[in-house]
C-alpha cells in the first residue's frame, strides 16, 4: 500500500491541472484581499473594517469558482490511471485491487490540504498585502475555532471527492463526474433539496425535516467559526458519506473487468 500511495502521490503532485488551480487559487484569493481596501481608497464611504483572520482561515475560497476547481482537479487525478492506460498494469501488480482505490483515496485527502493550504495562506497574504493601501487585519481570539472549522470542511470535502471517486473509479464515467462536481462546486443542489424537502411535507408530512442539513455541499456553507448547530451533523454525515462511497467504490471497481 506504501508504494501504492507514493506511486499515485507522484502522478498526482505532477498534474499541470493541479498547478494551474492552485495558481489560480492563489491569484483569486490575493485580488480579493486587495479589493476592499482599493474601493475603500477610491470611493471612501465609510472606515475599512479589519479583516479577521478567523475569517479568512474558516473560509479558504472567496468564491465558488474555487471549489470547482479542487474538484475538476480530483476528477482529473481519479480518472487518469484510466485515461492513460495503464490501470491494467497497476492491477496486475497487486493482490487487492481496492488497494489502488483507498490508494487514490488516501493522496485525494492530501491533495484537498493542498487546495485549503493554499487558500488559507494566500487569503491572509491578500489581506496583509492589504494594509499598504488601508486595509486592516485582527488577529481574533476566534482562530483556533476557525482551524476546527477547517478540519471539517475538510472532511466535507473527502466525503463529497469519496463520491466523485466512485464515479470516475467505479462507474467510470469522467464526464459524469465533473458535471456533478461542477454542479456541487456552484451550490446549485440547494435548488433541488428545496423541492424535496417540499415534496416530503406534501407526501410524508416530514415538517421540520430539511434534506440540506445531512448533504456535504449544503454543510460546507453552514459550518461557520462560533456556531456549534450544524458541527456534529456535519462530522457524522462526513464520516458516513466517505464511508459509504467509498465502499461502494472499492466494490464496484473490484467487480469489473478492467480493459
Known amino acids: 500500500m506504501g508504494k501504492l500511495i507514493k506511486m499515485d502521490f507522484r502522478r498526482m503532485s505532477h498534474s499541470t491541472l493541479l498547478l494551474v488551480s492552485l495558481i489560480v487559487v492563489a491569484g483569486i484569493n490575493i485580488v480579493a484581499g486587495l479589493a476592499e481596501p482599493l474601493i475603500m481608497k477610491f470611493f471612501p464611504v465609510a472606515a475599512v473594517k479589519p479583516v479577521l483572520v478567523s475569517d479568512l482561515i474558516a473560509n479558504p475560497f472567496s468564491i465558488p469558482l474555487?471549489?470547482?476547481?479542487l474538484f475538476m482537479s480530483v476528477v482529473s487525478f481519479s480518472y487518469a490511471d484510466f485515461a492513460g492506460g495503464?490501470?491494467?498494469n497497476l492491477s496486475g501488480q497487486v493482490n487487492n485491487r481496492g488497494k489502488l482505490v483507498v490508494s487514490k483515496f488516501i493522496?485525494?485527502?492530501i491533495h484537498n490540504m493542498f487546495f485549503i493550504l493554499a487558500g488559507v495562506i494566500t487569503r491572509i497574504l491578500g489581506a496583509l498585502i492589504g494594509i499598504a493601501i488601508?486595509?486592516?487585519?485582527?488577529?481574533?481570539?476566534?482562530?483556533?475555532?476557525?482551524?476546527?472549522?477547517?478540519?471539517?470542511?475538510?472532511?466535507?470535502?473527502?466525503?463529497i471527492s469519496a463520491i466523485?471517486?466512485?464515479?470516475?473509479?467505479?462507474?467510470?464515467?469522467?464526464t459524469l463526474a465533473s458535471i456533478i462536481g461542477v454542479i456541487i462546486g456552484t451550490g446549485a443542489l440547494g435548488l433541488v433539496y428545496l423541492g424535496l424537502d417540499a415534496a416530503l411535507?406534501?407526501?410524508?408530512?416530514?415538517?421540520g425535516f430539511t434534506i440540506s442539513d445531512y448533504m456535504p455541499d449544503q454543510l460546507m456553507s453552514s459550518v461557520s467559526v462560533g456556531s456549534n448547530i450544524a458541527v456534529l451533523n456535519a462530522i457524522i454525515v462526513a464520516v458516513v458519506c466517505t464511508v459509504i462511497f467509498l465502499s461502494l467504490a472499492v466494490k464496484l471497481f473490484k467487480s469489473r473487468d478492467i480493459k
Do not use: Q, S
Open 66 to 69: 474555487l471549489i470547482i476547481l
Open 86 to 88: 495503464y490501470i491494467k
Open 107 to 109: 493522496v485525494i485527502g
Open 134 to 159: 488601508g486595509g486592516a487585519i485582527e488577529f481574533d481570539a476566534l482562530i483556533p475555532a476557525a482551524l476546527l472549522t477547517l478540519l471539517i470542511k475538510w472532511m466535507l470535502l473527502m466525503a
Open 164 to 174: 466523485l471517486l466512485f464515479i470516475t473509479t467505479g462507474v467510470r464515467n469522467k
Open 201 to 207: 411535507v406534501n407526501i410524508f408530512k416530514l415538517n
